[in-house]
């Protein structure tokens, strides 16, 4: 039976164990209310910012996140910092004035901030003129460092223990790695770019590349996906066949694929258990147009980094421009004609459901304090890629 769907309408994901079960359904989606598709961010939650090597000690970089400008930086310790880079007296980035490793210095009347964002010094005030300086203050962000990549934190937790854990990769957990991170910026809202994020059905179409496949391996796969943390893992299984690098690579091989919000998707290649390749990709709001991905491959073969980087940034970027080429693509109409979106077809679409309801969930549980507790159930998902 062929049945259509109107835009607006999406589909619930449905366990789809036998291919018999299979029903498509006409409900309509209750995802854009009070969560306006391209509108809103995953709150209380850490985003990826940097590769740590970016950031030396005594090293400042400003940047915009979530519509923020954050100034992040490396004391002279070695300890991390993430400021709010507006100068509280008449709004100046403080990242535009020098830092020496203790104290960014504001460049317009040079007023000194401490790390945590605290003034310590007026130069303009007369011996004889005291002021409370601890009240005069730009807003600080948790800032961490996990397996070499920086995260700051955006939210209102008050204290450490309300903070969530750091989406970061337990498959290199004790394994000695190299990486390599490429930066791209994607033109468009985080929910379009985490939906192409996750969406394994444009992959024939946008990822044509004589060294990765064509449209016309499409085949038909079933895959078994697990809620995990704030997202899911497709449970691990043989790589796909399609590609010339994985037919290149053997059969010995396992891969599993995860996703965690606010968008983050983790892939390890194992084997016989270990991980040897890592790709972590992260998507990092930028404002509500535009919208930062970062990839960091790690390795734990021994391939040295000088070799491998080239390698890796060619084939990397070029894999995510074709993603970035979709998106202006898609940008455009959505600017210019604001059509209402988005519709996501069971079961090639599903992981795109769920992230809605994840972010969904995870915004009602932080702001009524309670428990996260994670929508997706184990699901067979079938498709052709
Ligand atoms: S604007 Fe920053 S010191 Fe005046
Ligand atoms: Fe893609």
Same mark, same amino acid.
């Given at each position: 039976m062929?049945?259509?769907?109107?835009?607006?309408?999406t589909?619930s994901?449905? *366990?789809t164990?036998?291919?018999s079960?299979?029903k498509p359904?006409?409900?309509?989606s209750d995802?854009e209310?009070?969560?306006?598709?391209?509108?809103t961010y995953t709150?209380n939650?850490?985003y990826?910012a940097?590769?740590?090597?970016?950031?030396?000690?005594?090293e400042?970089?400003?940047?915009?996140?979530?519509?923020?400008p954050?100034v992040?930086?490396r004391d002279?310790?070695?300890?991390?910092?993430?400021?709010?880079?507006?100068?509280? !007296?008449?709004?100046?980035?403080l990242?535009a004035?020098?830092?020496?490793?203790k104290?960014?210095m504001c460049?317009?009347?040079?007023w000194?901030?401490?790390t945590?964002?605290t003034?310590t010094?007026?130069p303009?005030?007369c011996s004889?003129?005291?002021?409370n300086?601890?009240?005069?203050?730009?807003? *600080?962000?948790?800032?961490?460092?996990?397996?070499?990549s920086?995260?700051v934190?955006?939210?209102d937790?008050v204290?450490?223990?309300?903070?969530?854990e750091?989406?970061?990769?337990?498959?290199l957990?004790g @394994?000695?790695?190299?990486?390599?991170?490429?930066?791209?910026?994607?033109p468009?809202h985080?929910?379009?770019?985490?939906?192409? @994020?996750?969406? /394994?059905?444009?992959?024939?179409?946008v990822h044509?590349?004589?060294?990765?496949r064509?449209?016309k391996?499409?085949?038909?796969k079933?895959?078994?996906?697990v809620?995990?943390?704030t997202g899911?893992?497709?449970?691990?299984?043989q790589?796909?066949?399609?590609?010339?690098a994985f037919?290149? #690579?053997?059969?010995?091989?396992?891969?599993e694929?995860?996703?965690?919000?606010?968008?983050?998707?983790?892939?390890?290649?194992t084997? *016989?258990?270990?991980t040897f @390749?890592?790709?972590?990709t992260t998507?990092t709001?930028?404002d509500?147009? !535009?919208?930062?991905?970062?990839?960091t491959t790690?390795?734990?073969?021994p391939?040295?980094?000088?070799?491998?980087?080239?390698?890796?940034?060619?084939f990397?970027?070029t894999?995510?421009?074709?993603d970035?080429?979709?998106?202006l693509?898609?940008e455009? #109409?959505?600017?210019?004609?604001?059509?209402?979106?988005i519709m /996501?077809?069971?079961?090639?679409g599903?992981?795109?459901?769920?992230?809605?309801?994840?972010k969904k969930e995870w915004?009602?549980?932080?702001?009524e304090k309670?428990?996260?507790? *994670?929508?997706?159930?184990? /699901?067979?998902?079938?498709?052709k890629t």
């Amino acid at each position: 039976m062929q049945t259509t769907f109107a835009p607006n309408q999406t589909t619930s994901p449905v *366990n789809t164990d036998k291919a018999s079960d299979w029903k498509p359904s006409d409900v309509e989606s209750d995802l854009e209310k009070g969560q306006p598709y391209g509108k809103t961010y995953t709150k209380n939650m850490w985003y990826y910012a940097l590769p740590s090597d970016k950031l030396k000690k005594g090293e400042i970089e400003s940047k915009v996140m979530l519509g923020e400008p954050i100034v992040i930086g490396r004391d002279n310790e070695g300890k991390l910092f993430a400021l709010r880079d507006i100068c509280p !007296h008449q709004a100046v980035p403080l990242s535009a004035g020098p830092f020496d490793g203790k104290e960014l210095m504001c460049p317009f009347h040079g007023w000194k901030f401490d790390t945590s964002g605290t003034c310590t010094e007026i130069p303009s005030l007369c011996s004889d003129q005291k002021m409370n300086l601890c009240k005069i203050r730009t807003a *600080n962000y948790p800032v961490k460092e996990v397996l070499d990549s920086i995260w700051v934190y955006f939210g209102d937790a008050v204290s450490e223990a309300d903070l969530p854990e750091v989406p970061y990769a337990p498959g290199l957990d004790g @394994l000695k790695y190299q990486k390599n991170t490429v930066t791209l910026q994607l033109p468009t809202h985080i929910d379009y770019a985490v939906a192409a @994020l996750i969406d /394994t059905a444009h992959v024939p179409y946008v990822h044509k590349s004589w060294w990765w496949r064509s449209a016309k391996s499409v085949k038909e796969k079933t895959k078994t996906y697990v809620p995990s943390g704030t997202g899911w893992t497709m449970v691990k299984h043989q790589p796909s066949k399609h590609s010339l690098a994985f037919k290149l #690579i053997g059969k010995y091989l396992e891969t599993e694929i995860s996703f965690r919000l606010p968008g983050c998707r983790r892939e390890y290649l194992t084997f *016989n258990g270990t991980t040897f @390749l890592a790709g972590i990709t992260t998507l990092t709001p930028v404002d509500e147009t !535009h919208t930062e991905l970062n990839h960091t491959t790690y390795w734990t073969l021994p391939i040295p980094k000088f070799l491998a980087d080239p390698v890796l940034n060619y084939f990397v970027t070029t894999f995510l421009k074709q993603d970035q080429t979709l998106a202006l693509l898609q940008e455009n #109409i959505i600017n210019k004609y604001k059509p209402r979106l988005i519709m /996501t077809i069971k079961d090639a679409g599903t992981p795109g459901h769920w992230y809605f309801l994840l972010k969904k969930e995870w915004n009602a549980a932080t702001s009524e304090k309670r428990p996260f507790v *994670n929508p997706i159930k184990e /699901t067979k998902l079938r498709w052709k890629t």
